[in-house]
């Protein structure tokens, strides 16, 4: 296919549709669609209601456990891979069934499960008794569109299954989606990644490039994504937690986003649901106005989205004087037939936007108040391992008197990941959380310690019993954290808002992980460049072209795995970067291979931050390439600690 890249990545939309006309057609002629209410987003950017009609849906219904009588007799059940959900479906089918036996040899009911069906749901069929009368269908939806170089899953649940709940059933649908990708781009020449689950990932892709290589139209390399880059969100929590200083990653941490959308409801902001109540005052409900955050759609949205919040408001202030300057009543008789038949559309349309953007900004400011400022600091603080005392106490002050449910607990993780708590101040903290939220969430703090995100300290009774670790217990100048970060130069000694560097997504303070793998990829010359630059990194694997010369004389995946030793340098769809450094130091024909990828695709595993989105534009525009992000979901921190509850 000889068409831009941008249309390549648009046309995953029509693989979605073909997809689901499939299963509809299996289903019947009249059905009856009922579908999570978290899926209703997603599917209107698939495919729309009139679509659906003519594919054989007669009625649409939001999902409800209370759910009575539907209007036809076929149902088919739209859910996302959650076993809760699964299961809150079939009690409703067994419901129905009980009321009408008749219905079980009908064979009407039916189940789409996004991304995939997981094996254990056929079993919790047979013990239902709900085998061969409840059918079930696998729907993976390709990466969607939400922005200029922003493409997404959105499936926000996977954060929780991948880290939390330790469960990577799902983990394939990832790598399924990637492949897609690849039919439709053509593979990347080199891969890296990043963490566990990203090497599981490059492991699966192999797979599939042994199983289904010969599907490919072009076997070779893409010409149009010359690297891939593959990372678990816990190899950067600090990304996540971080407070954004652009106007999209603010207006995350204020508003709720769901698939590119935003619900400006100046009322409900997300600072003031996650407040502690004292008052059990129920407020009315305010209506919601819904902005497409695209820049395809609303150019001002992407003059701004990028800024620093500190400019937004003289950027906003300067349209809406354009706006005031042009004189319509001056116009004469065909100039304004004119300005009516060509310009007045796009004027009303950006004087709705300009008022939706001006408003989220007034939002922002009031909600942030004079917090932004000793938050960033502190912050900056925590990163630079400057401190210590001061930045607990600040922390401690929050959940004394201003405790929030999910933002304190993003303070407590990003002081526990980068100064670290002793057992005195953890147990201090959670003891305040749980007085003011109550001693059910005390399962929190144990979810984020399986999902990396606290590091819960020893008794100083245990650790007594072992003076030889003595010294492990002073104080030390640095940690883990803050010797990669500046290894890798995330840390910037000068404070930089003018957009040149970025760092300047976190006011200064912090280069995201992400832009500096781009940044290493498209300035370095070969891959022995980009291997030394992160060598840093402990878990960092690579793939693709150059793994293909490593297995030069294995005719077959068979005859690889047959031929490799406990200390090869290959794993199974990937090799370890330090092994292959050491490797390429000695052998000449390895240290010719260059890379010099003018496009990147970078997907992250358990969400992509806007702040991250942001730094990766800075790398771009310097280098004059062009990355495109990817991940399962767009999330903030305050969504990552939610996922945890």
Not at 135 to 142: I, M, N, P, S, V
Not at 181 to 196: A, D, M
Not at 229 to 239: A, F, H, N
Request: proline share 3%; glycine share 4%.
């Amino acid at each position: 296919m000889d068409q831009p890249l941008s249309l390549k990545l648009a046309s995953l939309c029509l693989i979605s549709q073909h997809k689901l006309q499939n299963i509809l057609s299996q289903c019947g002629d009249k059905v009856d669609l009922i579908i999570d209410p978290s899926l209703i987003k997603p599917l209107e950017r698939i495919c729309g209601v009139a679509w659906l009609r003519q594919h054989g849906v007669d009625k649409i219904y939001k999902m409800d456990p209370q759910l009575g009588a539907t209007a036809n007799l076929i149902r088919v059940y739209f859910i996302p891979a959650c076993i809760q959900k699964y299961k809150c479906v079939l009690d409703q089918i067994s419901s129905v069934i009980s009321h009408n036996p008749s219905l079980a040899d009908a064979k009407c009911f039916n189940i789409i499960i996004v991304p995939k069906v997981v094996s254990s749901y056929d079993s919790i069929l047979e013990n239902r008794g709900l085998y061969d009368i409840v059918k079930l269908y696998t729907f993976a939806w390709e990466l969607m569109t939400l922005d200029d170089q922003l493409l997404s899953l959105e499936l926000p649940f996977l954060y929780k299954q991948l880290f939390v709940e330790q469960n990577h059933s799902l983990l394939s649908s990832i790598a399924m989606s990637l492949w897609s990708l690849f039919h439709v781009t053509g593979r990347p020449n080199c891969i890296l990644s990043l963490g566990k689950l990203s090497a599981s990932v490059l492991d699966i892709l192999e797979i599939y490039k042994e199983s289904y290589s010969r599907d490919f139209l072009d076997t070779n390399s893409s010409q149009e994504i010359g690297s891939l880059i593959i990372i678990d969100r816990d190899q950067d929590y600090p990304s996540s937690l971080l407070t954004p200083a652009t106007y999209s990653g603010l207006l995350s941490e204020i508003f709720n986003i769901t698939c590119g959308q935003v619900e400006l409801n100046v009322k409900e902001t997300k600072l003031k649901k996650g407040k502690l109540n004292l008052v059990n005052s129920e407020a009315p409900q305010s209506k919601s106005t819904s902005v497409m955050l695209d820049s395809s759609l609303d150019n001002l949205y992407g003059e701004i989205k990028h800024r620093h919040f500190s400019e937004v408001l003289s950027v906003l202030s300067s349209k809406a004087k354009l706006l005031k300057n042009e004189d319509i009543k001056a116009l004469g008789i065909q100039e304004m037939k004119h300005f009516v038949a060509t310009k007045l559309q796009q004027v009303t349309l950006f004087k709705q936007n300009l008022v939706n953007h001006v408003m989220a900004s007034e939002t922002i400011l009031s909600e942030m108040n004079n917090k932004f400022e000793n938050l960033t600091l502190t912050e900056s603080e925590m990163l630079n391992n400057r401190n210590k005392k001061s930045n607990f106490t600040y922390i401690d002050e929050i959940f004394g008197t201003d405790i929030h449910m999910y933002n304190s607990l993003r303070l407590m993780c990003l002081l526990s990941l980068t100064q670290g708590l002793s057992y005195e101040e953890y147990n201090l903290l959670v003891n305040k959380y749980l007085l003011a939220f109550g001693y059910k969430f005390l399962y929190i703090f144990n979810n984020l310690v399986t999902a990396g995100l606290l590091v819960q300290p020893l008794s100083p009774k245990l650790s007594l019993t072992n003076l030889g670790n003595f010294s492990e217990r002073l104080p030390k100048w640095q940690n883990e954290f803050q010797t990669i970060a500046n290894k890798l130069k995330q840390l910037p000694s000068k404070s930089k808002h003018d957009g040149t560097s970025p760092s300047y997504v976190f006011n200064s303070g912090y280069v995201p992980l992400v832009a500096v793998l781009c940044n290493v990829l498209l300035t370095s010359e070969s891959l022995l460049e980009v291997l030394k630059k992160l060598s840093a990194l402990s878990e960092l694997k690579v793939g693709g072209a150059v793994i293909e010369r490593l297995k030069e004389g294995f005719k077959s995946l068979d005859e690889s795995l047959s031929n490799l030793t406990i200390n090869s340098v290959l794993d199974f769809g990937c090799c370890n970067a330090k092994s292959l450094l050491k490797t390429m130091k000695t052998d000449n024909k390895l240290n010719r291979f260059s890379l010099k990828p003018r496009t990147i695709l970078v997907f992250l595993i358990g969400g992509v931050t806007y702040a991250e989105v942001a730094a990766c534009n800075v790398i771009q525009t310097a280098t004059g390439s062009k990355i495109i992000i990817a991940s399962d979901c767009v999330a903030s921190g305050s969504d990552l600690m939610l996922a945890n509850t």
